[in-house]
C-alpha cells in the first residue's frame, strides 16, 4: 500500500487540480488511486450541469496520481478519451483507475467517474509513456 499522506503532499503541488478545483486523493496503490470532487457553483456549466472539464480534469488526475507515485518512472499522458455517459446526479464526482496494460515505455489505463450515488458519469481511456 502507498503512503496517502506522502501522496498528498507531492500532489499538493497541481495547484490547479487539488487547489483551484479541489480534488481530494482518497486511496493509492500501485497502478491505482481513487480520488474524488465535492462539487459545487465553480464546477457547473451555464445549463447547470457539471462541466465536462471537470470530469476530465478529475480523470487526469487521477491518472497522474496512479502512474507518479513513484518517482522511479514518471509517467505523462499521450493521447486521453473521455466518454461521457449520463449526468451527475450527486453532489461528489469519484474517479477511479484501472491498470489495463504496463510495459516498459507505455501504459494503458481505464478511469471510470461516478457520483456517489453510484451513477456512471463518464469512462476515460487514457494511454500513457514512461519518462527516462
Excluded at 459545487?40 to 491518472?63: E, I, P, S, W
Excluded at 449526468?87 to 489495463?100: A, D, F, P, T
Amino acid at each position: 500500500m502507498r503512503d496517502l499522506e506522502k501522496t498528498k503532499e507531492f500532489f499538493i503541488n497541481d495547484r490547479y487540480a487539488m487547489v483551484t478545483t479541489g480534488i481530494e486523493i482518497e486511496a493509492v496503490d500501485e497502478n491505482y488511486a481513487r480520488c474524488s470532487l465535492t462539487l459545487d457553483d465553480r464546477h457547473k456549466n451555464a445549463t447547470g450541469q457539471v462541466m465536462g472539464g471537470v470530469m476530465y480534469t478529475l480523470a487526469d488526475f487521477v491518472f497522474a496520481v496512479s502512474t507518479n507515485v513513484s518517482e522511479e518512472k514518471p509517467t505523462v499522458t499521450v493521447v486521453s478519451q473521455i466518454t461521457y455517459l449520463g449526468v451527475c446526479k450527486g453532489k461528489k464526482l469519484i474517479g477511479e483507475s484501472k491498470l489495463l496494460k504496463d510495459g516498459r515505455r507505455n501504459c494503458f489505463y481505464q478511469i471510470n467517474i461516478t457520483d456517489e450515488l453510484g451513477n456512471q458519469v463518464a469512462v476515460v481511456n487514457t494511454n500513457g509513456v514512461h519518462l527516462g
